[in-house]
């Protein structure tokens, strides 16, 4: 049987291994000669994991419980603030580079390849992840799979130009104000960023620990499905992780819509929105025939979370700041010792106001149970691209592609981005849940899937 | 804040913090702080209870 496995979706392949039709060493070597054909152009990985990924996957050939993983065979990859056994985990950053190589994979690693996935590599990422363009000073850009000479979003670049270019079915990333769903929307692809607390950080570098999660990248809602099946669990090596029972979506995806209420953001979440954001959203909406409701005080709790970002995020750096400023992106640099700089008083106040906010639009899923919004501004800019013009008004691209993504992950609600596929340049969508219901989020997206109305384009490569 | 005193805040700001801060780095600097100070303005601004209680929760 053919090994070309470069379009499939994890499950596809799983199904393959599992039913004995390829060997998962003939998956990964398939896998790892795609990354060295593309990677040169897509500059998606950092770290390739070759030796190990070809001995994972024997020894899941030679499993007799193939049959029962659910991920057998499937590789995947993972931005490089996730600690990989005998690599540094460089977070993608040059100071990190001196790190001690890890000792032990990070625990959503394990859980993974427990599953039978295979990782094959690390992936590249904005400085620290506090970038939302996919653009690395040290390591150059991540390259947009639909058109090189442009950005992926960020900052888990590499993930979606890995998997938007069909290095890998399946990525894991983070996400703190948009860093999975930005380049989901940029690159075409599917991305699941969870309720805060639900799957575990341990073992991977942070940022902003009030505001992190974790999550995974695909090209199908079945396989964020399966993935986020399989790294559900409490750890008590991440704090934040809560001790709550696995609550399994994969049994509850092809459900379809009835009985659901769906609702779409107005207000802020158009303000600024480009014509091909909006007409994709528009027509997502008609489709669900959902209705318009407006979320609270949305451009402060941005606000709020730019404040909480930017200040936790100097609290972490300070002491590299004092020693070793020089080795940071400049522009990193800068935000973060402006950042260090700023009142506490103000930090607190942007804490308060975010359980106000929490409250009210908690309130909100009384009445519907998703809220459909934007994912990103516009399509893809230029690489280097410094300023785009949003609502007639000149803004950096850096620090504000996560204007719609930033008031959900402020209060922690789960979202699965969707790409609808426009051309030349695919968007994304958010589709918003109330906290823990992913499976709502991931039923939507996987009825829109089977309409056509969402779906991961394949690029020209 | 106008700009001569925010130039000496952030001054006195890299002194008491112990941190670098370059010449050729202040007006980048000073503009980032700006558009923080701004944001957390609109966020402080916002009336709320006294009671109201920040987000995370500590829980011995």
């Known amino acids: 049987m053919s090994t070309n496995f470069t379009w499939s979706t994890g499950s596809e392949i799983a199904q393959a291994v599992a039913s004995d039709k390829v060997s998962a060493l003939s998956v990964v070597d398939a896998a790892l000669a795609v990354i060295a054909a593309r990677n040169p152009a897509l500059n998606a990985f950092t770290a390739v994991t070759a030796e190990r990924a070809r001995a994972r996957a024997k020894a899941i050939d030679a499993s007799p419980d193939k049959a029962k993983l659910p991920l057998a065979g499937v590789p995947f990859a993972v931005k490089n603030l996730f600690d990989i056994e005998g690599l540094a985990t460089v977070a993608g950053s040059k100071i990190n580079r001196a790190h001690a190589p890890a000792k032990r994979d990070a625990e959503l690693i394990a859980r993974m390849e427990a599953a039978g996935a295979v990782l094959v590599g690390a992936l590249n ?26 950005m992926t979003g960020g900052s888990s670049g590499g993930s979606g130009a890995a998997v938007g270019g069909g290095l890998v079915p399946i990525a894991l990333g983070s996400d703190t104000n948009g860093s999975i769903r930005v380049p989901s929307s940029l690159c075409g692809i599917f991305g699941l960023k969870p309720t805060y607390g639900r799957l575990t950080r341990a073992r991977t570098f942070p940022f902003v620990a009030s505001l992190d999660h974790l999550g995974p990248f695909a090209r199908s809602v079945r396989d964020l499905s399966v993935s986020y099946d399989v790294m559900q669990g409490t750890d008590a090596d991440d704090a934040a992780c809560v001790d709550r029972p696995k609550e399994s979506t994969l049994p509850f995806l092809d459900r379809g819509l009835d009985g659901l209420r769906i609702a779409v953001a107005g207000g802020y979440f158009r303000k600024g929105a480009s014509p091909e954001a909006l007409g994709a959203l528009d027509g997502v909406a008609k489709t669900l025939n959902a209705r318009t409701i407006e979320i609270p005080e949305a451009a402060r709790a941005r606000a709020a979370a730019y404040v ?8 972490l750096h300070l002491d590299r700041l004092r020693k070793q400023a020089n080795d940071f992106d400049p522009a990193v640099r800068d935000r973060l010792i402006a950042a260090a700089m700023v009142p506490a008083t103000l930090v607190v106040k942007a804490q308060i106001f975010r359980r106000w906010y929490r409250e009210q639009v908690l309130a909100l899923f009384k009445d519907c149970d998703v809220i459909l919004a934007p994912a990103t501004p516009v399509t893809a800019p230029k690489l280097g691209q410094q300023n785009f013009t949003l609502d007639g008004v000149d803004m950096p691209v850096r620090a504000n592609m996560g204007l719609y993504t930033q008031p959900i992950s402020f209060i922690g609600l789960p979202v699965v981005a969707v790409p609808v596929a426009l051309k030349p340049l695919p968007i994304g969508l958010q589709i918003i849940a109330a906290p823990w219901r992913e499976d709502i989020a991931l039923r939507v997206a996987f009825a829109l899937e089977q309409m056509g109305a969402v779906v991961a384009p394949r690029p020209q490569l | 804040m106008s700009s001569p005193p925010l130039d000496e805040f952030i001054a006195a700001a890299a002194a008491a913090l112990d941190l670098p801060l370059d010449p050729a780095w202040q007006a980048s600097v000073k503009a980032n702080l700006e558009v923080t100070l701004r944001h957390a303005a609109t966020v402080a601004e916002f009336p709320l209870l006294d009671e109201a209680e920040p987000a995370p929760i500590f829980k011995a």
């Open chain 1, 125 to 150: 990422m904005g400085e620290y992840a506090y970038d939302f363009t996919g653009e690395n000073v040290h390591d150059g850009p991540s390259r947009n799979p639909h058109d090189v000479t442009r």
């Open chain 1, 308 to 315: 909480i970002t930017c200040t936790e995020g100097a609290a």
